[in-house]
């Protein structure tokens, strides 16, 4: 098994792509955060000044867009930001019963809600029951920034939390939920392997039951990016970054994880439904500032800015910019994204969707990375080999069409 695991070779996993045709996901971005992490490049104010406002146009925006998903039932639901455990359980609930009014959701949808250590502390002891709250209103899965568990790996990103606070928060947490994801950040500049294996081991020690890990990158124009220009924080170390994540894909194997996409690690019966429809291919609608929408061929995203957002919600008008993808864009997309899953890309489906030309274009360009043992063909599937795993971005390019 551990052999198929390496090699991708899951056909005990099915495809999700082959039991979601009519379902969707939706995507709520919470544009807020207490404070702004140095390698931060997202969407985000610090200020909460209008945070009322928006909630309520977020619920708006929910409703005036109803009809782009009449023919589909909402299988997901994702609070993403930002911050999303900023917002009350009054508001969560608001925004979570405007979904389930305007459109048709499956009986037991997974509802992720992404949280920050000191603030799941924060309310939970103004509450008391912050985690049953949770439960109560329908969420089903957390996603946690950890980041790290050491204090001074926290401080130099500007965490808003602690190293005590991450630990005592998964404590409490996973006696309430069992389905929750934890961020790790690897490839830290001076990070020895003794310590990310500390950071692995602290995770698995509260058996959470899926991890999402990326290599700490430098965004242009965020704090680190400055930072490291002006020679006060080391540069990136790309040697570093892979031994981190060599070591992080052997131990996850041992903890019975299945490394189903490049930086994300589940239990079976524990990957991120919402996260793997949005490799797969699904339609989903992304709510809020900044956020992304896709339907087959077309794609959306929405102004990155909270004041214009709010009022053009509040005129009635749909804040956002659309565009139709050209085939040869469809196909690498679809490149890209199954390339960094375990279902890789399907020549079945790049030649019915997309034509013999691509199939045959894919099945030359794939031949020198086969030969190098990057990537693996087997049962019509293209997938990257553990050999290739670090370097799936790079090779999924050279399998771009661009002309």
Known sequence: MKKDLDYNHLSNISNPTEERQSTAGIYIHIPFCKQAC???????STSLKKKDELVQALGKELELRQDELKNHTIETI??????PSLLTIEELRFLIAKVYKNYQVIENPEITLEANPDDLLSVRDQS????????NIGINRLSIGIQSFFEDDLIAMNR??????????LSEATRHFNNITIDLIYGIPNMSLEKWNKNLE?????????????????EPKTALDTFIKKGQYPPMDDALAQLHFKHLIAETQKQGFVHYEISNFGKPGFFSKHNTSYWQGTPYLGIGPSAHSFHGNTRSWNVANNTKYIKGIQENKLPHTMETLTVQEQYNEYVMTGLRTIWGVSLDK???DFGTVFKTYLLEQSKKHINQQLLYLDGGKLTVTEKGKFLSDGIASDLFKLD
């Open 160 to 169: 808003a939390h602690s190293s005590l606070e991450a630990k005592e928060c």
């Open 128 to 135: 008391g029951t912050i985690f049953e709250d949770y439960k």
């Open 202 to 218: 602290m995770a698995f020690g509260f058996g959470v039951n899926h991890i999402s890990s990326y290599a700490l990158t430098v």
């Open 350 to 352: 790049v030649e019915t």
């Open 78 to 83: 994702y609070f993403g930001g930002g911050t």
């Open 38 to 44: 140095y390698y931060c490049d997202f969407h985000f």
